[in-house]
Structures are given as C-alpha cells and as structure tokens.
C-alpha cells in the first residue's frame, strides 16, 4: 500500500520560476490537504479539498494554487518562486473519522 | 477561532525516564484532539487521537494522552522513555465548526539522554 506519495522529494529552485507539487493517494479518501512546514511554526495549511471538484482556502494560500484532479491526485502549483516559499511542503488524505495520512514531503528550496 | 498551544519547543528526557509533552488547546465545541509524530526526513504519523468517550486514549509505542475538558489539556506522556522515542511531535486540534480541518500546533522536539 503506497498510501499517501508525493512528488519530487527535493527540489531547488531560482526566484521567479514556476512549478508544480504532485501529490497521489490510494485509499479512496474524499478529503486532500496541503501544509508547510517551517521551523518553529507547525504545519500551516495552505490549501485544502473537501472532494473531488472543490478547493477552499487554508491559512497561507498566498502564492500558491491547487488542482483537485480527480480523486486521486492534488496539486500544489507555485507560479512565481519567492525565496520566502522555502519550506518543506506536506500533502495529506483525510478519512471520514478524521485520521490525517501524510506524504514524505517536499523539501523546496527557492534561491 | 481553534488553537493550539504546546508548552516547550524542546523537551529533554533521561531513557527510562517518564515522558511529558504539553498540548492545550482552544474550541468553542468540543474538539477532536491529536497528536502526531514526526521522524526526521518523514511526514507526520498519527499517535492517537481522542474523539468521544473515554478521556484516556492509549497510542501506539506505549503513548497516552488524556482529555481534561475543565484545563483544555491534552498532555501525552509515556512512562518510560526510549532512544527511538527521539522525534518531534504535533498535537492537533479539529472539530465540527472547522470541518476536517486540523490546526496544529508548534511542535516539541523530543531528545532522550541515553
């Protein structure tokens, strides 16, 4: 069971340039999250997916845009870098009995 | 609005000695509470959680926490500490008027002194 799998593990990345977090789950989850993670600062959500077709915004969505793809998948889309969105980046499905299954992360790193 | 409050970014602890992590949290109804755990280079992994009933909620690894409603605490502790208990651990906090939301807190990084 591959649970929760997130794509690339690390990745550098020039101010200004663009791209794109992957995120797969295959337990048939409805709900899909994303956080980051900073020193001292917990996991902060960014962007969050109730179901298939809806996205809704967390605490930090400045910067930053999702695609709920389909059941499956959940993307997190940086379309302009800024070194402040240096983090490490955690995707995690939810149950209905709000059990949180994380991805590895993404450690990103934005020069 | 829901918060979380853990007392003590780091927590230092002899092995064999009892472990103490300190959670407290805010809701306007009652909340759903967790904690998880995170090893280095890792996503997060759930501990327990409590959700109704029973206010001691035993985890995995030999971890507990109880719910006192009166001191909005979720404290986890463990008896007897182990090397491989070295990690950082998350309390979270959700409940109905946040919907599958979760709102964690800081974080405790746990060392134990061999």
């Known amino acids: 069971n591959a649970g929760v799998t997130q794509t690339p593990k690390f990745q550098v990345l020039k101010t200004g340039q663009s791209m794109t977090l992957q995120c797969a789950q295959d337990?048939?989850?409805?709900?899909m999250y994303w956080y980051r993670q900073d020193p001292g600062m917990g996991l902060r959500l960014i962007y969050y997916?109730?179901?298939?077709?809806?996205?809704d915004k967390g605490e930090v969505p400045n910067g930053y845009n999702v695609s709920r793809l389909n059941k499956r998948e959940f993307s997190l889309r940086l379309e302009s870098a800024a070194p402040s969105q240096t983090s490490v980046y955690f995707c995690?499905?939810?149950?209905?009995?709000?059990?949180?299954?994380f991805g590895q992360g993404t450690r990103l790193t934005v020069v | 609005a829901q918060s979380v409050t853990q007392l003590g970014s780091h927590v230092s602890v002899s092995e064999g000695a009892l472990v103490l992590l300190r959670c407290n949290y805010s809701?306007?109804?009652?909340?759903?509470l967790f904690w998880y755990v995170q090893y280095p280079n890792q996503g997060l992994q759930l501990l327990l959680k409590?959700?109704?009933?029973?206010?001691l909620v035993k985890g995995i690894n030999g971890f507990e926490a109880e719910f006192k409603k009166s001191e909005t605490s979720f404290h986890l502790t463990k008896p007897s500490a182990h090397m491989s208990d070295a990690a950082e651990y998350f309390c979270?906090?959700?409940?109905?008027?946040?919907?599958?939301?979760?709102?964690f807190g800081t974080g405790t990084s746990l060392t134990v002194i061999p």
């Open positions: 337990m048939n989850h409805n709900s």
């Open positions: 409590y959700t109704t009933g029973a206010t």
């Open positions: 979270a906090v959700s409940d109905s008027n946040t919907g599958n939301q979760f709102y």
């Open positions: 995690a499905s939810i149950t209905g009995l709000r059990r949180a299954f």
């Open positions: 997916s109730a179901s298939e077709g809806t996205t």
């Open positions: 809701s306007s109804v009652p909340p759903y």
